[in-house]
């Protein structure tokens, strides 16, 4: 099982990236997603999860209605599209795979991916 997240950069505040977190082997369809990030001396938190069937998404609260998340399976791949970026967003974004994860709330994740740095300059 392995993940690599990618797509981090340096943005204003305002301004949008998209990530891409590219999985391989194992199938999206036995796995949630989750994408996790963690500020400076902060703790890490859940930012998103999509559940194995796709068909259940979660979100914290500071992200809902700027960040989506959503997957390709023909390319492995789990994407978080963040829109309307705030300085408080700036934080290393991981993802991690969580087994069957039916729920979509990846509180159980067991494989992690490296992470990719985002800045969102104020």
């Known amino acids: 099982v392995q993940l690599q997240a990618s797509g981090g950069g340096l943005v204003e505040t305002g301004g949008s990236l998209r990530l891409s977190c590219v999985t391989s082997g194992f199938s999206l369809d036995n796995y949630a997603i989750g994408w996790f990030r963690q500020a400076p001396e902060k703790e890490r938190e859940r930012v998103s999860c999509i559940s194995s069937t796709g068909s259940s998404i979660s979100y914290t609260d500071s992200v809902k209605g700027r960040f989506t998340i959503s997957r390709d399976k023909g390319k492995n791949t789990v994407y978080l599209q963040m829109n309307s970026l705030k300085p408080e967003d700036t934080a290393v974004y991981y993802c991690?795979?969580?087994?069957?994860?039916?729920?979509?709330?990846?509180?159980?994740?067991?494989?992690w991916g490296k992470g990719t740095l985002v800045t969102v300059s104020s």
């Open positions: 991690a795979a969580e087994p069957y994860g039916l729920g979509g709330l990846c509180y159980s994740v067991n494989y």
